[in-house]
């Protein structure tokens, strides 16, 4: 069976060089392109040579046309506007884009959503297993608390993380506006600062840390009166995330067109 050949978007950085690591080590895939900005100081930069898995014969461009033509799926952690852009010239070519990308608005997820109506898209703020299951978790401990239980989510990330909250603490603020059957933008709270009030009873919090070099650590705290549950999710090492998003396109390939997300690649049911 032949290789499902994969474009890494953004190859030059933290998370594009790890994609290019995992795609070397997962069998049935194999690295056809790697995409950067124009004017990046890598362009035409070996891209396993930039991984450090040494000379792969894949050259680092800004020209997604011919990648695109000649591939089966790209995986994307990149920021908005660059996955928007690819996301349209993947569904022309009806390739496969696994999408890890955070900070994404209405209108970048409604572009999404149009492009999946001729192409396989798996999106999702976290790639990783574990963060995953603790979403299935969180869902499930929201519906059997109940409103009277406040339900925090607390993040840390590296000091270079651009967006917050992050796109996995927002994907469980979903998990748990889904498991009291409420939308989150009428429940979330971003910000508290000055003379807030008391808390709002259903009110799902939002907390967000930043600082050296932590990969991703996040905690949902659910606190009734007299006790609290915390559930905990902690990531050492960005291979995790690569892994997931290579695994997705993997599941994806051969697929009818559709908007998925990790619970769908991992077949966790949303009971």
């Given at each position: 069976m032949t290789d499902m050949r994969l474009i890494v978007l953004g190859a030059s950085g933290r998370m594009g060089r790890a994609l290019t690591r995992a795609i070397a080590e997962i069998e049935g895939v194999t690295l056809a392109g790697a995409l950067e900005r124009e004017g990046s100081a890598h362009l035409g930069a070996d891209a396993g040579e930039l991984a450090g898995l040494g000379p792969l014969g894949v050259r680092v461009t800004d020209d997604p046309l011919p990648l695109v033509a000649h591939a089966d799926g790209v995986v994307d952690f990149t920021a908005p506007a660059a996955t928007v852009a690819i996301a349209e010239l993947a569904a022309q070519a009806r390739i496969v884009h696994v999408v890890g990308t955070t900070g994404l608005s209405e209108t970048d997820l409604d572009r999404l959503d149009a492009v999946a109506r001729h192409a396989v898209v798996v999106r999702s703020g976290n790639m990783s297993l574990g963060v995953n299951l603790l979403a299935a978790l969180v869902r499930q401990a929201a519906r059997a608390l109940g409103p009277d239980w406040d339900i925090e989510v607390l993040e840390m990330h590296h000091r270079a993380k651009v967006d917050a909250p992050s796109g996995t603490a927002l994907l469980l603020g979903e998990a748990a506006a889904e498991g009291r059957e409420v939308a989150l933008k009428d429940a979330s709270v971003r910000v508290r600062d000055g003379h807030t009030g008391p808390r709002a009873e259903g009110a799902i919090g939002f907390a967000t840390l930043r600082g050296g070099s932590v990969v991703g650590e996040h905690t949902v705290i659910l606190a009734g009166a007299g006790e609290r549950v915390e559930l905990v999710h902690r990531a050492e090492d960005r291979m995790i995330f690569a892994r997931g998003?290579?695994?997705?396109?993997?599941?994806?390939?051969?697929?009818?067109?559709?908007?998925?997300?990790?619970?769908?690649?991992?077949?966790?049911?949303?009971?």
């Open positions: 998003a290579v695994k997705a396109a993997l599941w994806g390939f051969g697929r009818k067109p559709g908007h998925y997300s990790m619970a769908d690649v991992l077949g966790l049911q949303r009971d």
